[in-house]
């Protein structure tokens, strides 16, 4: 960068009038640091060339960067009214009307660019409009995160995907997009590493809570969206970043996180701690968790980076699932859990259509759980290490991509379990195993004709765990989206998949099919065939729409203590949703959505071992109200009624159900100059109890004996039967 300072000057010194080269010096000052500096040659430029309405874009750009917003607002305006066909202005004006706190101006603003883009194909070749229609849908997506309009985030991430699986801002998105969402930390965690892979050298903060799998320590009272020029920072500089976080509430919960993060020049580095404590709501539903991240990377050339991750994740539970029949819940019933890894990783940049990403990681894990069976108390200890290794080459063609890649992952592990008993003795027993898998994967998206995106992929997925073949196969996968309007697009996949053994329960292969999710947290060696269909519908510029169906037919493996295949569970899911999402007026969003979830697995083998359902029905009814002033105020108002239908559960004879509605509540302030955030809230505001069956007993399953125990004790749900308050702050410097 210093060169091409030097190369600028230069150039001004040949043509003192040309503004080109002014605005490159600019450029390049702000890079290395000058941010005041650059701003002057911009305006030099600027006043060079006033009727250019792109070199008038990156002053509003640089003036947004210093914190200037009345003076960036107008300058993009006057950029506007120069050249209206362009859409320069009008995304970086959207970006600075999201972060002061304007989302709904920023959502047409953004989808007006988006429209505008084609009148780039001027200028530019097709490949890097694609690049640009895939930023611009990043930050589209976003925006209708932050308006609470996250089904249709979705969408926009995953289809900027389909057009560029290399896009990282888009596996950002879709990693933010998946907080929250039931069993979705595999693709959360895989989206989040995607990211890091390709990103370029930049100071944004790897925060410890989103690099880690989620931790519901309050049903939504940890810490702030992700926000703060995360997914489109306008400008790179040498500079160091603070990030604090701060909140409490009711039950005794409290917690921090803190994250420095810098950049100088081909070097980037994030530090970052989180802590969470709570009481918890119930006898024995307490919970701690420590988590610590550091994060290097270093641009060795401007085709090659390289980096380096460390990472521990220390967490302490109870018993934190909702179950229909609250009573059984033993207080004995504990969790804890320590992990240290070590990720180094590299990107490199073959030519503008080709890229190559590999990582190679290498975890320690100690886990122990302990809880009441029928036969005594049992200390359940699970200690393993190993590696893992995954590679990705990416080629984006005119018209088409393709992604390709393998993993190669061995473990060992070694578990031991004590039981005591009243009525008879105790007794210990240890047992270990080698766990291994290798997959390898080939996906295409070809984007013909113009309005189709289909996609086509195939995967082979083998895990071997101790003497045991578990499973071994070829999966296809086949999607569509379908733009059958500017306005109305249609999405339809099916797809197959072997749930891959994963150290960190993250991977670079592809999590999504034309938007349908594939890594559910499901248990390593099941076998699952997911297919769908949605529809998403754009009503003007204020409403949007669409409906999505899909059923998951799966084959769950049993092990026993050893680790050897004990049987296989059968069960069948399904996930059907309807949203309405309105923008009435330039401060007000609104969003609706239904939602149907069905568990089916009417077989005398898991009824028997799990002392649970096999037949569940959850029907969900969010609404929810959002109010956002130009001054920084923001609220939220929303209440969801639930309906949930429940047979075949041992302690509740015949048939059995429980209806409620949650009502919640936040209020909060964005600080000038987009230092931070502040906001107050409440979950369960009229303090409703319900009885509630979650679905974490569909992640993990241990079989002991002849018992069959839920792995995971932790909760994964939206919602608790008790009020809960609780206030944040988070900081940026």
Request: glycine share 10%.
């Amino acid at each position: 960068m210093k060169a091409a300072k030097g190369t600028f000057e230069r150039a001004i010194e040949l043509d003192p009038v040309d503004p080109l080269p002014r605005l490159g010096l600019g450029l390049a000052k702000i890079r290395l640091g000058d941010l005041a500096g650059g701003i002057e040659d911009i305006q030099i430029a600027t006043s060079l060339d006033p009727n250019q309405s792109l070199i008038r874009s990156y002053l509003g750009k640089a003036y947004y960067e210093e914190g200037r917003d009345a003076k960036a607002g107008t300058t993009l305006q006057e950029a506007m009214a120069l050249d209206p066909k362009d859409p320069t202005p009008w995304f970086y004006d959207a970006i600075f009307k999201q972060t002061t706190n304007r989302p709904v101006e920023a959502l047409h603003g953004l989808q007006r660019s988006i429209e505008l883009n084609d009148n780039r194909a001027v200028y530019r070749s097709r490949l890097l409009l694609d690049e640009d229609l895939a930023t611009r849908s990043t930050s589209l997506g976003r925006i209708y995160t932050d308006l609470g309009f996250e089904q249709v985030g979705l969408v926009e991430a995953t289809k900027s995907l389909g057009l560029d699986p290399a896009e990282d801002s888009a596996h950002r998105l879709l990693s933010d997009t998946y907080v929250g969402l039931p069993r979705h930390d595999l693709a959360r965690g895989s989206e989040l590493l995607q990211a890091q892979l390709l990103q370029p050298i930049n100071s944004n903060p790897v925060r410890p809570s989103r690099a880690a799998s989620a931790f519901n320590i309050a049903a939504g009272a940890g810490p702030s969206n992700a926000g703060f020029n995360e997914f489109s920072p306008l400008f790179e500089r040498n500079r160091w970043r603070l990030l604090t976080s701060v909140f409490g509430g009711n039950n005794s919960t409290w917690g921090d996180e803190v994250v420095l993060s810098g950049l100088y020049d081909h070097w980037a580095a994030s530090l970052g701690q989180f802590h969470a404590d709570t009481g918890g709501f119930r006898t024995n539903s307490d919970a701690e968790s420590d988590l610590y991240n550091a994060f290097f990377q270093v641009a060795v050339t401007p085709a090659l980076d390289l980096q380096a991750e460390y990472q521990r994740h220390e967490s302490e539970t109870g018993d934190l699932r909702l179950t229909f029949t609250r009573d059984d819940l033993s207080s004995l019933t504990r969790q804890g859990f320590r992990q240290d890894s070590g990720r180094v990783g590299t990107h490199l940049k073959l030519s503008p259509r080709s890229d190559i990403i590999v990582s190679a990681l290498y975890a320690g894990t100690e886990e122990h759980r302990i809880f009441s069976a029928d036969f005594g108390d049992v200390t359940f200890l699970e200690e393993s290490a190993g590696f893992e290794v995954e590679g990705q080459y990416l080629f984006q063609g005119e018209r088409f991509n393709l992604t390709a890649g393998f993993g190669i992952y061995e473990t060992e592990v070694d578990r031991s379990v004590t039981v005591t008993s009243d009525n008879g003795p105790s007794f210990s027993n240890a047992d270990g195993f080698d766990r291994r898998r290798h997959s390898a994967y080939l996906y295409g998206n070809l984007n013909w004709p113009k309005d189709l995106v289909w996609t086509f992929g195939m995967s082979y997925d083998a895990l071997d765990q101790g003497d045991t073949d578990v499973v071994g196969a070829v999966n296809p996968k086949l999607g569509l989206q379908w733009d059958l309007t500017q306005s109305i697009r249609l999405r339809a996949a099916f797809m197959e998949t072997g749930k891959q053994a994963l150290l960190g329960n993250r991977s670079i292969e592809p999590t999504e099919v034309a938007g349908f999710n594939q890594f559910f947290d499901d248990l390593p060696g099941t076998e699952a065939r997911r297919y769908g269909a949605g529809l998403d519908v754009r009503l003007g510029e204020a409403l949007y729409a669409g409906f999505e169906g899909s059923r998951r037919d799966l084959e769950v493996p049993l092990f026993d203590f050893g680790g050897e295949l004990f049987d296989r569970l059968k069960w069948k899911e399904g996930l059907y949703r309807g949203y309405l999402n309105w923008t009435p007026s330039p401060a007000w969003a609104a969003s609706a959505e239904y939602r149907l979830d069905t568990f089916d697995a009417k077989e005398e083998l898991f009824a028997n071992f799990m002392d649970i359902t096999p037949d569940l029905d959850t029907i969900s009814v969010p609404l929810t109200i959002r109010y956002f002033h130009p001054a920084g105020f923001f609220a939220r108002l929303g209440g969801t009624y639930v309906r949930q239908e429940i047979a075949g559960l041992s302690e509740v004879p015949g048939d059995d159900r429980d209806d409620f509605v949650v009502v919640d509540a936040a209020l909060g302030y964005r600080l000038p100059k987009r230092l931070g955030i502040m906001s107050l809230g409440v979950r369960n505001l009229l303090d409703e109890e319900f009885r509630f069956q979650d679905d974490s007993f569909r992640s993990r399953i241990l079989v002991i004996g002849q018992n069959a125990i839920p792995g995971d004790f932790r909760g994964n749900f939206g919602f608790v039967p008790d009020r809960v308050i609780f206030a944040a702050i988070t900081l940026s410097f």
